[in-house]
């Protein structure tokens, strides 16, 4: 249906007040949403359905309305409550524009949309972006519309058109299902009617125990309630005619003697005096031994025999279901006009003719199996079963036995059985387009979880699968594959293990990684193209029927391949190829994100590690560095050491963290280390001055940076070198401070220290400093936050580990110490970067340590600084 939604300045209608009038005025379209009318127990179905448009599309709320001459919320989520299953009128709904449109309404900026900004929803806030998809009918009327919305304006991609159009196809499917079923069910309670309306009942005598059941039709028959009948012959015979007890009884003693047939017809007379008419049959069942068990039957009155059995055969040929019966023999005895048209067969065709020999696919099949069952048992049975052509469609069959063979009602449910299996399978896609999503939105290593594909759309949507992924110098690789049969895996592995190194130019995989474009080729083409050799008889051992290549498409450029193979007797649906596509363009834009990831991880490192260089190495001062990158790509940032010698001699130890976690604080990282290192250098300032000078440039250079800092200089007159001691003098701008291992191991408590206001906030803040005096062979480290937070843990948890391991620690050599305490506290991929600076005061009465490496200071400063 096209519905016209022009804007013409004649109709001074706002758009849903006009799409809400041609709505209205089609009948057709109206009775075909009345008749898709959910009622509450459909509701779960189509809840599902609106909220896996929302999570998929990542968006705060969606629905799925039904328009007749208002709107039925059928389903939704994310909604406020109450709103599911009320009415609204149809001209203050953006589905009605949906509706009434010709395709797709996709709404960026709902407010400045001319089509919608006028409607209640809009104008409330409600909806700031929209997109919405028509819900067609049988026979194309539209019928309602699924949408998405969120309550700020966003853009809609090609994908979230494409995922909301399969989700709207999956809901018709799910309210044509609800509908059928009802339908069905309707049919089969007037089926149960007819059956009750012919007044047959049943009879179930255990011959061992004697006790006698019947249904509720037969005592209503006899005229007993249901408690006063004391389930024996006994019962039974009390109501008989006393002229017939003799010979009925006579008869079912035969019966059960023989374990044979048994028929009578006999008087009863009812609690009220009246003489009725009873017809009985029934068959003795035998045990293992040959001796009756059971003796079972059924009976129906027959005081108006004629009218009785016409009225009988006016209820069978008045059922909307098929109906036969068969003799013993298997033979047809009657059959209905409505078995006549779904058999396809007149009943002068059918009488009198062996099942077995007219409809021979049911030899050996349910319909066998189960006929032959209950008779055997005497028991009815149910059941659902596919007969091949000429019916070539699905039925509901139940089977009553009876003296005379068998009595069989069936119906036809070819469309339920269609409208189930389109229902599964749509969710079957759409689990899988769950999963993929899943799993690449919960992990950076895209390659991986692009490897994993196959697992998770074989067999759902291929009979097997490889994934193939494009290196960053262009050359393809298989990295991925899954066979739905466990006997095949092995030998799909070792195809795509060597398919790539025989694939020629013309191959569907060679075509679609150079056009971009889904490619689609016979399964022996695919083998044909293949040079002679090992993928060529591996494919072939495969057999597929056919394959189909589908791009992995990123940002102007394809990073990989998904090839489906279907193998012969498999249905190439559209739809899964349209689910395929979609899982192809998901994993390309996780594939680029992730290169585009690490492209960012690798500048923000490559930039910081530029910045760190090496220490300084003064005579019986050793000093050791480390630099260690957060182990997600973009939390690295702005942690920072150095080490320098000042002009007067003093050695100066540096550590700091810029606000942020981007290459933007990488950036700002150098310029801070910059400042700092020439103000200290050229000043030779102390550390609260250092900082303050810092802090003063980072106004003057209008630098909206934020950093933590603290800096330690160490000093010693003749005097204390004489003693054996160093002081180590240190300011601190928000940062953790020192910590120091004595020459004992134990580390010292830098008692009551607080840190100064950070730097960027405010320049004429007081900075102070503190002093420590510390014994050679002393060693100071210095560290970021990086080494210490843990999310699962405080900040204080995280510095008692740290003086536990520099405890542990505290006599192994500096470079050692460094590496250790990195790998106990941060396993090597720490949550947020690490820098460390540490200092060992060695003896100055010795040598230099050999571990501690070479004396290595600038020429211009002084060969005995101050600090050592």
Do not use: K
Request: hydrophobic residues 40%; negative net charge.
């Amino acid at each position: 249906m096209e519905i016209s939604t022009d804007l013409s300045v004649t109709d001074r209608r706002h758009p849903g007040e006009r799409a809400a009038a041609a709505l209205i005025a089609d009948p057709e379209r109206l009775a075909e949403a009345r008749r898709l009318l959910p009622t509450h127990g459909d509701a779960h179905a189509l809840d599902r359905l609106a909220e896996l448009a929302a999570r998929l599309l990542g968006t705060t709320a969606s629905q799925v309305a039904l328009l007749t001459d208002v709107q039925f919320l059928a389903a939704g989520g994310g909604l406020p409550p109450g709103l599911v299953g009320g009415e609204s009128p149809l001209s203050e709904s953006l589905c009605t524009v949906t509706a009434a449109g010709t395709g797709v309404l996709a709404v960026t900026d709902a407010r400045h949309d001319p089509r919608v900004r006028d409607l209640p929803p809009v104008v409330s806030g409600q909806v700031g972006a929209y997109l919405g998809v028509p819900l067609a009918g049988r026979n194309g009327q539209v019928i309602g519309a699924l949408c998405v919305f969120d309550p700020d304006p966003r853009d809609w991609s090609d994908t979230d058109i494409a995922t909301v159009r399969q989700l709207a196809e999956s809901s018709v499917t799910q309210l044509e299902l609800s509908a059928t079923v009802r339908e069905y069910e309707s049919d089969r309670m007037r089926w149960g009617l007819a059956i009750d309306s012919a007044g047959i009942g049943t009879f179930d005598l255990d011959v061992v125990t004697g006790r006698l059941t019947w249904d509720d039709r037969l005592l209503t028959m006899f005229g007993y309630e249901d408690t006063a009948f004391e389930e024996t012959i006994d019962a039974f015979n009390a109501r008989v005619h006393p002229d017939d007890v003799p010979r009925v009884t006579e008869a079912m003693a035969a019966c059960i003697d023989t374990c044979g047939e048994f028929e009578a017809q006999y008087r009863i007379i009812r609690l009220d005096g009246e003489t009725r008419w009873v017809h009985a049959r029934g068959r003795a069942i035998a045990d293992a031994g040959g001796r009756a068990v059971r003796f079972l039957g059924a009976a129906y009155d027959t005081t108006g025999e004629r009218e009785g059995a016409a009225r009988v055969t006016r209820v069978l040929e008045a059922m909307p279901a098929g109906f036969y019966s068969l003799d013993r023999e298997w033979r047809f005895t009657h059959v209905n006009a409505e078995a006549e048209r779904l058999l396809g067969r007149t009943r002068e065709q059918l009488l009198g003719r062996v099942l077995w020999d007219d409809w021979p696919a049911a030899i050996n099949s349910i319909f066998e199996d189960s006929y032959r069952t209950a008779v055997r048992t005497g028991v009815p049975v149910s059941f659902d079963a596919y007969y091949p052509a000429p019916l070539d469609g699905w039925f509901e069959l139940r089977a009553w036995p009876s003296p005379d063979g068998l009595s069989v009602y069936f119906t036809e449910v070819t469309e339920r059985r269609r409208m189930q299996d389109q229902a599964e399978r749509s969710a079957r896609r759409l689990a899988v387009l769950a999963q993929v999503s899943a799993e690449l939105a919960g992990t950076l290593d895209a390659p991986t979880a692009a490897a994993h594909l196959p697992r998770l759309v074989v067999p759902t949507l291929a009979d097997f699968a490889v994934v193939t992924l494009v290196d960053p110098d262009g050359r393809p690789r298989d990295v991925g594959s899954w066979h739905s049969d466990p006997a095949s895996r092995r030998l799909l592995e070792r195809y795509a293990s060597v398919r790539l190194e025989s694939m020629p130019a013309v191959s569907p995989v060679a075509r679609a990684l150079i056009s971009g474009e889904p490619i689609r080729e016979h399964g022996r083409t695919v083998i044909r193209l293949l040079p002679s050799g090992e993928a060529q008889d591996l494919l072939s051992l495969l057999g597929p029927d056919s394959a189909v290549v589908l791009p992995m498409r990123g940002r102007g450029r394809i990073l990989g391949l998904l090839t489906l193979y279907f193998a012969p007797g498999s249905t190439v649906v559209d739809e899964d190829l349209a689910t395929a596509q979609d899982v192809a363009d998901r994993a390309g834009l996780a594939l680029d994100n992730a290169r585009l990831y690490n492209a960012q991880q690798q500048l923000a490192e490559g930039l910081q590690r530029s910045l760190l260089t090496e220490p300084p190495q003064p005579d019986h001062g050793e000093i050791a560095v480390r630099y260690l990158p957060a182990a997600e790509a973009a939390r690295v940032g702005g942690d920072w050491y150095d080490a320098f010698l000042q002009p007067g001699g003093a050695t100066m130890l540096v550590i700091g963290d810029v606000v942020g976690h981007d290459t933007e604080a990488a950036a700002a990282m150098g310029q801070l280390r910059g400042l700092l290192r020439g103000i200290a250098t050229y000043s030779d300032a102390g550390p609260a001055e250092v900082l303050r000078g810092l802090d003063t440039s980072m106004t003057t250079l209008q630098t909206t940076t934020l950093a933590t800092a603290a800096v330690a200089r160490f000093e010693q007159t003749p005097e204390e070198r004489e003693r054996g001691i160093t002081r180590m003098r240190w300011a601190n701008a928000g940062h953790l401070p020192p910590l120091v291992v004595n020459p004992d191991g134990s580390v010292a408590e830098l008692a009551s220290w607080r840190g100064d206001l950070l730097l960027g906030v405010d320049h004429e803040t007081q900075r102070r400093e503190s002093v420590v005096t510390l014994d050679r062979g002393a060693t100071v480290l210095l560290y970021t936050d990086g080494l210490v937070e843990r999310r699962d843990a405080d900040l204080d948890a995280g510095l008692v580990r740290l003086r536990d391991t520099l405890i542990e620690l505290a006599d192994r050599p500096l470079e050692e110490l460094l590496d250790e305490v990195l790998e106990r506290l941060v396993q090597g991929r720490p949550e947020d970067d690490v820098a460390l600076v540490a200092v060992r005061l060695h003896r100055q009465d010795l040598p230099r340590p050999a571990e501690a490496g070479p004396n290595d200071v600038p020429p211009t400063v002084p060969d005995e600084p101050a600090t050592t």
